[in-house]
């Protein structure tokens, strides 16, 4: 055999072994990666029933309680950029602004999944980027013993002189807390909305580092009530404590209870974009957002049609506030700077 047929030769045999090995190599499971800013316990039941049920591995990455969702959105911006690659297939987020935002900033992949055809208008994005598969209220719950007979029942009593020192609210720099307070600058404008909070700082209303630490003040008595999500009063009541809730500013001329939808998006540029999209039509689907209302996170289903789940309100028991989120996306910056400045002077 002449020289000049070894090269060949030897080229064929590493071909050969390569084929052989990657013949011998088990393939790679399907997998997706769930970015999420849904507490901890509720996002991994939850994807274990997607695995379940799809065989699909779900790679969960969290947040902590502090940073719910900021450092998340900060984190898919950064994996945005140009000249980077996303590491996220899925968003599955409890704060509807940031998916505003995340949307405006092209982070977001339009994507009409058909599990979201009969999902009311209001709890979608036109534009395709979101859908929502639950929804939480932003309640005022009470220590009942610590009221008696008396009655709270509107943000404005936060800063009311006959509860001075006895309210709470979550710091709102990250959380449903941050966005709560944008959309309620937005709903009453920039300086009524100041002087309601200075006036609330300065009545001794205390700044929890969350809303599930604030509802386990109220719950054993520290506090007598505070804003939080339908979902800590649900954890409280289970654990027997003396709690009740109160959903705010139910009069016609006032402002409503706010309700921020959990959102589901699929990340523009997902490296798995078929396993994104099987995962999106499974969060939602009825089935799922029937077991979400009916597990411990205790969302207010979406659509009409879905049975609430043990102790959930129906969405149609209460007034609810008109929230445009994108609009109120605009205020994050003024709360965060105000809260800066009122919280160094206290």
Known sequence: MGRRAW??????????????????????????TLYTSVDEEIAQDFARRFEAESGVRVDLVGDTEAAKTVGLANRLLEEGAPGKAPRADVFWNNEPMWAERLAERGILQAYASPSAADIPAEWKDPGGRWAANGLRARILIVHAPSLGDRKVSSYRDLAGPSWTGRASLARPVAGTTLSHMAALREALGAGPFEAWFRAMAANGTSFASGNGSLAREVGRGARAFGFTDTDDFAARKVAGEPVERVFPDQGEKEVGTFVLPVTVSVVRGAPHPGNARRLADWLLSPSTEAALSASSYASIPVRPGTRPGPGVADLASFRRAKVDWAAAGKNVDAVLDLTTEVMRGK
């Open 7 to 32: 090269p060949f030769l030897l080229l064929a045999a590493l071909l050969g072994a390569g084929l052989w090995l990657a013949l011998r190599r088990p393939p790679e499971g399907p997998s997706v």
